[in-house]
Structures are given as structure tokens and as C-alpha cells.
Nanobody
Framework: QVKLVESGGGTVQAGGSLRLSCTAS???????MGWFRQAPGKEREFLAAFGWTVGNKYYGDSVRGRCTISGDKAKSTVYFEMNNLESEDTAVYYCVAGVLYYEDYVGIRPDYWGQGIQVTVSS
């Protein structure tokens, strides 16, 4: 089992930046970590994935160019940063752990989920 603890989030002003952290713990194994988000009435959306072995980075189409994912292996922590936030970025953001995924999208197949953290962009 892998436990994921997210931090960050909250209310961000439009045009501002977001920084989320996720720390993994437990006896389970996951070769990759990443982030999804879901807004009410919308499909769950892949944001970013980070592969621990080599440091691969993959981004979802909707946020590519605005975000950066990074990892600190010693801390078992991944970070997600996104800038130029808009109202449409308001959603619950989920940290995930699993394996890299290359099917209908290039990213991560989640085996473990964090509790989710609300991000609200104010105009």
C-alpha cells in the first residue's frame, strides 16, 4: 500500500501560479507519480506524470507549456507547478502513484490515489 499526502492548493488569483506537493509513504511500490484533476461535470483530466527511474516527464495536452512536474527521490515527493492560472483551472487536483502509461494518453496508470486537494482560481 502507498499513502499519498498532498499539500498546497487553496485559492489562487487568476494569472498567478500554483505549486502542489505530494509525498508518498508505505510498503507498496510505484515507479511513477503524477497528477490528475477533475472539475464538476467534466471528465477526469490527466495533467502530468513523473517516472522515478530515469526522470521522464509527461504532460497533458490541456496544460502542456504551463506546468512543470519534478521529483525529489530522497523525500519521495513530487511537485507540480502551473502558471498563468485561469478560472477554468478550478478543480480538485489528485496526486497519484502507479506506472507510466502509453495507451490512450501518455502519462500514468494510477494504482494509488491521494485524497484530492481543491484549487480555486479567483477572477
Amino acid at each position: 500500500q502507498v499513502k499519498l499526502v498532498e499539500s498546497g492548493g487553496g485559492t489562487v488569483q487568476a494569472g498567478g501560479s500554483l505549486r502542489l506537493s505530494c509525498t508518498a509513504s508505505g510498503s507498496g511500490f510505484a515507479s511513477a507519480m503524477g497528477w490528475f484533476r477533475q472539475a464538476p461535470g467534466k471528465e477526469r483530466e490527466f495533467l502530468a506524470a513523473f517516472g522515478w527511474t530515469v526522470g521522464n516527464k509527461y504532460y497533458g495536452d490541456s496544460v502542456r507549456g504551463r506546468c512543470t512536474i519534478s521529483g525529489d527521490k530522497a523525500k519521495s515527493t513530487v511537485y507540480f507547478e502551473m502558471n498563468n492560472l485561469e478560472s477554468e483551472d478550478t478543480a480538485v487536483y489528485y496526486c497519484v502513484a502507479g506506472v507510466l502509461y502509453y495507451e490512450d494518453y501518455v502519462g500514468i496508470r494510477p494504482d494509488y490515489w491521494g485524497q484530492g486537494i481543491q484549487v480555486t482560481v479567483s477572477s
